[in-house]
C-alpha cells in the first residue's frame, strides 16, 4: 500500500439547524465579521440577524458570479479596511471559494497575486489566515471541505493552495439547500458525482477517501432523482449534502480526473456552470477512461467496476451498466451540449492543450493524449 495523509476542516458539524446553532461559536472568534455570500444576500437573513442578536459588527459582500482574482483583490481590501476578525462563507462554491481565499490571505498580503499557482508567484502562505467558517447552500462543490480556491484569471481558472485554506468550521446544513431550483439541484449534484468518481479512480486514491467516495456515489444516485423530483425532501437534501461534503473532503486529498482537468480551461472561456459541464463530460470521460485503461488491461479497471457496482447497487454490474447509470442521471438532470456556452469546434485543440497541463489532471488513472481528448469535447458540443 502506498503512503498518504489526510486533511480535513478543522471541524465539521452535519445536520438541520446546525446553521443557526453554529452562530456563538462564530460570535466567540471576533467582534467583527465578514460575510461573503451569493448574489441574494436575502438568504443570508437568518445569519445576520443571529450575529447580530449576539453583539456582532458585520460587513457583507455579495458575490454574484464565479470569483476572479480581482473580486479577490477588491474583498480583500474591504476585510482589511473593516478590520475583520473572522469570515463567514456562505452559499454555493463562488462564496465559499472567495470567503476561503480572503480569510487565508487577509493578515499576510495585499495582493493575492503573490501566492497564486501558474498565474502568480505562488508563494506559501506563511502561516494560518482569519479563522473561516464555510456553510454550503448547495450540494455540489465540496468546497467547504478543500485547502484550495479557485479563481478566475485571464481565461483560466487558477487555485490558491495552502493547508491554511481549510475552513476551521464547515457546518452542513442540508436545510439550507431546501428551495434550491431544480437545474442547480441537478447541476451541483452531478458535479459531486464526479468528485466521488473522479478521486475513487484517481491514481492517488487512498482506503480512507476510498471509502468516503462509496458511501458518497450510494447516497448521490438513489437521492439525487428524489430531489429532481421534489426539492423540499429534506432526506433527499441529507444525502446530497452529505455527498458533497464527502466529495470535498475525497478531491481534497487524492485528487480530481479528466472531467475537471476540461472543466478548467473550459470554465476560464465560457460562462458555463461548472456542475453542468461535469454533466455533460461525465459519461463520455467514463467510456474514454475505460477504454483506455481496457487497451492496457491496466489494474485501474478494478476502480471502474467497484464503481459500477455502487452506481446500480448490483454486484454482478458491468462497466456498461455503470455507465448506463450515469448516463440516466445526466439526462434526468438535463445537460445541454457544449455549444449551449458558446464553445465551438475551433476552441478544442487550445481547451485540450490547457486541460493537459491542468492540475487536476493529474489524478487521472491513466494519461489520455490530447486526440483522446478531442474526441470527448468533440461529442460534448
Ligand atoms: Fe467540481
Same mark, same amino acid.
Do not use: M, N, W, Y
Given at each position: 500500500m502506498n503512503g498518504f495523509e489526510f486533511s480535513a476542516p478543522g471541524r465539521i458539524v452535519f445536520g438541520n439547524g446546525t446553521g443557526l446553532e453554529s452562530l456563538p461559536e462564530i460570535r466567540k472568534w471576533s467582534e467583527r465579521i465578514l460575510l461573503v455570500t451569493g448574489s441574494?444576500?436575502? *438568504?443570508a437573513g437568518w445569519l445576520l440577524d443571529g450575529l447580530d442578536s449576539l453583539g456582532a459588527t458585520i460587513a457583507i459582500h455579495s458575490q454574484a458570479?464565479? @470569483?476572479t482574482v480581482e473580486d479577490c483583490g477588491e474583498v480583500l481590501r474591504i476585510a482589511r479596511a473593516f478590520g475583520a476578525g473572522a469570515v463567514v462563507a456562505l452559499g454555493g462554491g463562488s462564496a465559499i471559494d472567495l470567503g476561503k481565499a480572503v480569510a487565508a490571505l487577509a493578515p499576510h498580503t495585499e495582493d493575492p497575486m503573490d501566492h497564486l499557482e501558474v498565474v502568480g508567484?505562488?508563494? @506559501?502562505?506563511?502561516g494560518p489566515g482569519l479563522p473561516c467558517a464555510a456553510i454550503p447552500t448547495t450540494a455540489g462543490t465540496g468546497a467547504e471541505a478543500t485547502r484550495n480556491s479557485v479563481l478566475a484569471a485571464d481565461e483560466v481558472k487558477v487555485s490558491l493552495r495552502s493547508p491554511h485554506l481549510l475552513p476551521r468550521l464547515a457546518v452542513i446544513d442540508p436545510f439550507l439547500a431546501i428551495g434550491l431550483p431544480k437545474d442547480q439541484t441537478g447541476w451541483t449534484g452531478l458535479d459531486a458525482l464526479t468528485q466521488l468518481l473522479e478521486p475513487l479512480t484517481? *491514481?492517488?486514491?487512498n482506503p480512507i477517501s476510498d471509502g468516503f467516495c462509496r458511501e458518497g456515489i450510494v447516497r448521490s444516485v438513489r437521492s439525487l432523482p428524489v430531489a429532481l423530483l421534489d426539492g423540499m425532501d429534506i432526506e433527499a437534501r441529507s444525502d446530497l449534502a452529505l455527498a458533497s461534503l464527502l466529495s470535498g473532503l475525497a478531491l481534497a486529498n487524492s485528487r480530481l480526473g479528466v472531467v475537471h482537468g476540461l472543466a478548467a480551461p473550459i470554465g476560464g472561456l465560457f460562462a458555463a456552470p461548472h456542475g453542468a459541464v461535469c454533466a455533460r463530460l461525465l459519461p463520455l470521460a467514463w467510456k474514454a477512461n475505460v477504454a483506455a485503461l481496457q487497451r492496457e488491461n491496466h489494474p485501474g479497471l478494478d476502480k471502474y467496476r467497484d464503481a459500477a457496482r455502487l452506481l446500480t447497487?448490483?454486484?454482478?454490474?458491468t462497466l456498461d451498466d455503470g455507465l448506463a447509470v450515469i448516463q440516466k442521471l445526466s439526462n434526468l438532470v438535463g445537460t445541454p451540449g457544449l455549444a449551449h456556452w458558446g464553445m465551438i469546434e475551433s476552441d478544442i485543440p487550445g481547451l485540450c492543450e490547457r486541460a493537459s497541463k491542468a492540475s487536476s489532471m493529474k489524478g487521472n488513472p491513466i494519461e489520455l493524449d490530447e486526440g483522446a481528448l478531442a474526441d470527448i469535447l468533440q461529442e460534448a458540443l
Open positions: 441574494d444576500v436575502s *438568504r458570479h464565479e @470569483p508567484k505562488g508563494l @506559501p502562505l506563511p484517481s *491514481r492517488f486514491a447497487g448490483q454486484s454482478t454490474a
